[in-house]
């Protein structure tokens, strides 16, 4: 409403040339507002603010018909204003702008002052800052509202003598105020204006009731943000028990109409609900049951037994507490949401508390039939947060069955309405149900899983659209059923599942039926169906591998994975390397035994995929690539090792082959060159193994590997490392012995001459280099043999400590290659050489059946020459066998006197 213009003769006198200027400038500027209400620009504000301030700095120069003059501008101002607001429309807020021109309003007042011809000016003046301040606040902008309320309560207080209408309007001021400081979080200075508004009540009994609800709104603010504020439970108390108190004793007093009193006592009423409440978060139980008591007595109010009930919970009077739920269920009035949060209370109560939970529930449905809310929240407070942990988990599921499975409920959420709320509830109650069931389902208590899940099909639709959820449930209580052992159930629920939605899910999931069933024909079909499968992914061939290793069937996993392998040549994008599957499928290979040549297999095709696609391209690169090639190159060299031990020496030639191969691909460290020369001779030696035949294609790959292998030395040497030596020899060994096979005999000598001079040459390498020699019985091979027997006996004599037992098989394998050649008096040589070893050696030194053979035989030979009357021929062999059995005493003693008698008639004929 319009504020009335001000009475008073208007003075034309002369006052203060520039106040005068500024005064008419701003009439101008105020007549401009007025035109063009409701469309004001901040400029308009703006040249007000500067004429305003400059009125401020002349105000002691003002003279009274000035004053009077800016008095009225004012209120032209502010009757613009009131124009404006008549323009908005309902709900719409201020605009900042409008504001400004009424705070301007206000200063000009305050600029003017005091006049003595306007009655109250004082009061008016602060009026309008009250009304501004108001707006202000509002908008929210509180420090400006805050600030007009002081100016008001500065004018006020100015008054010496106040009546009815400033002490009304010095409370309502106050109120303001207060609520400004409470938006400012001004506590303390919010109380103090309660405090003052408390002392202008006057027994009006509206201003009891505005101030009482005043500090209800601060209680009820403080009590929703109890939780998070803590510490502030005395403070929100302090402010309910105020509005309570103020409301008593109104009420008391019989102050105001019969209809007033009736609006006081219903407002302690909700006041001592409240108080119940802010009881009831500080577990002050007692307290609440008192207030429960007199709200009883005083009015029938649904929220009642509910904050009765929730008090005898807390204190464990569970019987009590489903009496006040009973009364409750019965009020007529009782709002759903306020049931539903009860029966909530008793399902976070446990125990017998279910019971009642689900008593209640049952007659909420009958009497709210068509509440899809009602069964959602309470499932929903069942099922969160169960889990197997949760003790009383088997009562809350139990329950939850009860109502998801009930005909009401299922009807009720799973109808055939087509729109999207009933949609978007059913949709919530089988994800409810289905997010439980996948806790249990984690937890592996899939019994408890089945019954959930089988509950959450009930609200899914019969119809094209939902049978991929549908065949989604079927394949988990596939997998159910499977935790269970129960495989015919699982095939069962499968095959609908497949029915709806085929996929390869399905075709997976019968394969871990199959295993199970250890069928591994059938196992190996559903792999073949997988590739079938539109929407075939690589990753379950992985899959399955993994499952048929699980379940120990390693003929799967390997037929799996080598079928994952094939899918690499088509070109398809797998995200598993390849080398990863190779390797794999060898580990599997070697676990069985009989798998070696399979395994060697796939060595044989990551040694090609190798050599194809480039080391980098098919191991990966640096530190990764290594590790993959010392993985296969190991491999390789254990499996040769293992076949080696087994005598399957074809097979450990490969094996060796191979590893050379990977070593050959890593960096030339001495630790690798070493591997690579090892393998490339145990390969030779298995080679030789296998070629008993002289099969010429295997001895020329031997030449090749040994070829390599000097090269490999002369790395080593150029490394200069000198624990190569006993690998060199062996590589002549086998040099020599692969020349011995080919008949090139004369190259065998010149091997064994080079040989004797390496530092690692031993006695052992010249002696199986004569013993392999020796079996050809060719006269080129005993001549190679009985080259390498004397070199070898050369070199035991030469030790310091000659092993004897050694000196005495050479012997004796010198004598049968000089019986083999026909050559006797070679013969005799060994044995006189025998002789001159044997002498001197302390009795047992030399094998003691080693020298008695060599004296028997020896005397032996004499008898064909007498025979033969060959007489000269005799007496050497006889001579020698004599000097033969004087070196050893058991047969001196016995036949030494016998023997030298025949020899002396011998020569005496």
Not at 284 to 296: A, D
Not at 673 to 681: C, D, N, T
Request: proline residues 2%.
């Amino acid at each position: 409403m319009h504020i009335s213009d001000i009475s008073g003769d208007e003075s034309a006198g002369r006052g203060s040339n520039s106040s005068g200027q500024v005064i008419q400038k701003m009439e101008q500027q105020v007549a401009q507002v007025e035109q063009i209400v409701p469309m004001v620009s901040p400029e308009n504000s703006k040249k007000l603010q500067d004429y305003m301030m400059r009125l401020k700095s002349c105000k002691a120069l003002m003279l009274e018909e000035q004053k009077l003059q800016i008095w009225k501008l004012s209120y032209r101002l502010w009757n613009a204003c009131v124009d404006m607001a008549n323009f908005m429309q309902a709900g719409q807020e201020y605009d900042e702008e409008h504001v400004k021109l009424r705070h301007l309003a206000s200063d000009l007042l305050l600029v003017a002052g005091k006049i003595e011809e306007i009655p109250s000016s004082q009061l008016k003046t602060a009026t309008f800052f009250h009304r501004t301040g108001v707006i202000w606040h509002k908008i929210r902008k509180f420090e400006l509202a805050a600030s007009c309320f002081e100016k008001a309560t500065e004018l006020v207080s100015k008054e010496e003598e106040e009546n009815e209408e400033e002490k009304k309007f010095a409370f309502e001021l106050a109120i303001a105020r207060g609520r400004t400081a409470w938006e400012m979080k001004q506590k303390t200075l919010t109380c103090t204006l309660l405090w003052r508004a408390k002392g202008l009540l006057a027994d009006v009994a509206e201003r009891y009731r505005e101030l009482a609800e005043q500090y209800l709104h601060y209680g009820k603010n403080m009590l929703a943000k109890s939780e998070e504020e803590s510490g502030s439970q005395r403070d929100f108390i302090k402010f309910l028990n105020e509005a309570f108190e103020i409301c008593s004793e109104a009420l008391v007093k019989a102050i105001g109409k019969p209809e007033e009193r009736v609006l006081l006592e219903n407002l302690k009423l909700k006041t001592l609900r409240y108080l119940a409440a802010a009881h009831l978060q500080g577990n002050s139980f007692q307290s609440v049951l008192k207030c429960v008591t007199v709200l009883k007595e005083k009015s029938d109010h649904p929220t009642t037994p509910f904050l009765a009930l929730k008090a005898y919970i807390g204190m464990g009077l569970p019987e009590e507490a489903e009496k006040e739920l009973s009364v409750l269920l019965a009020h007529c009035a009782a709002p759903l949401e306020v049931c539903i949060s009860a029966v909530e209370i008793f399902i976070q109560s446990g125990g017998g508390g279910l019971d009642a939970a689900r008593n209640a529930f049952f007659r909420l449905l009958g009497r709210f039939p068509s509440s899809k809310e009602l069964p959602l929240r309470v499932l929903d407070k069942i099922l969160r947060n169960v889990s197997a942990e949760d003790r009383s988990y088997n009562a809350k599921v139990s329950l939850a069955l009860q109502i998801a499975c009930d005909e009401k409920v299922v009807r009720l959420l799973a109808d055939s309405e087509e729109n999207s709320t009933s949609e978007s509830d059913r949709r919530c109650m089988y994800a409810i149900l289905w997010n439980c069931g996948s806790e249990f389902f984690r937890a592996k208590l899939y019994e408890i899983s089945i019954k959930l899940f089988e509950a959450s099909m009930l609200y899914i639709p019969f119809d094209g659209e939902n049978n991929v959820c549908r065949a989604k449930s079927l394949r988990v209580l596939c997998l159910c059923h499977l935790g269970l052992s129960q495989y015919d159930r699982a095939d069962e629920y499968i095959r609908e599942a497949e029915k709806l939605e085929p996929t390869i899910i399905c075709a997976f999931l019968k394969f871990k039926i199959c295993l199970q069933l250890k069928d591994e024909a059938a196992a190996i079909k559903q792999i073949d169906r997988m590739l079938r499968c539109t929407d075939f992914d690589a990753e379950y061939l992985t899959l399955a591998s993994h499952e048929a290793i699980a379940c120990k069937s390693i003929g799967v996993a390997t037929g799996a994975l080598s079928t994952l392998l094939k899918l690499y040549s088509s070109g398809k994008q797998i995200s598993t390397k390849e080398v990863v599957v190779v390797r794999n499928i060898i580990l599997l290979h070697l676990e069985e035994p009989r798998s070696l040549p399979e395994a060697l297999k796939y060595l044989k095709y990551a040694q090609k995929r190798m050599t194809e696609s480039g080391t980098e391209q098919f191991f990966g690169a640096d530190v990764i690539a290594e590790k993959e090639i010392n993985w296969f190159a190991g491999s390789s060299w254990n499996s040769g090792l293992k076949a080696g031990k087994s005598n399957n020496f074809d097979l450990a030639a490969e094996f060796f082959k191979c590893a050379s191969e990977f070593y050959g691909a890593v960096e030339d460290s001495v630790e690798n060159l070493k591997m690579l020369l090892k393998s490339l001779i145990l390969s030779v030696a298995s080679l030789l193994a296998t070629s008993q035949n002289k099969d010429q294609s295997r001895l020329a790959e031997a030449i090749a590997h040994l070829e390599k292998s000097k090269k490999v030395q002369a790395s080593l040497a150029s490394e200069k490392d000198n624990t190569d030596e006993s690998l060199k020899a062996y590589c002549t060994v086998l040099e020599f012995e692969i020349r011995g096979r080919m008949k090139d005999h004369k190259l065998q000598i010149q091997i064994l001459n080079q040989f004797i001079s390496l530092k690692g040459c031993k006695p052992e390498f010249l002696l199986k280099m004569g013993l392999h020699a020796s079996e050809g019985g060719e006269h080129g091979t005993l001549e190679v043999a009985s080259a390498a027997l004397n070199a070898c006996l050369n070199m035991v004599l030469s030790s310091p400590f000659p092993d004897y037992k050694m000196v005495s098989l050479v012997i004796r394998k010198l004598i049968g290659i000089a019986d083999a050649s026909g050559e006797e008096e070679e013969c005799l040589r060994v044995y006189k050489q025998a002789y001159q070893i044997i002498i001197g050696l302390k009795s047992g030194e030399y094998p003691t059946e080693e020298a008695k053979w060599l004296a028997s035989t020896a005397w032996n030979r004499a008898g064909v020459h007498v025979r033969f009357n060959r007489f000269h021929e005799a007496e050497k062999w006889m001579r020698t066998g004599l000097d033969l059995v004087k070196q050893v005493p058991s047969m001196h003693n016995r036949y030494g006197s016998s023997m030298a008698d025949c020899l002396a008639k011998l020569t005496s004929t």
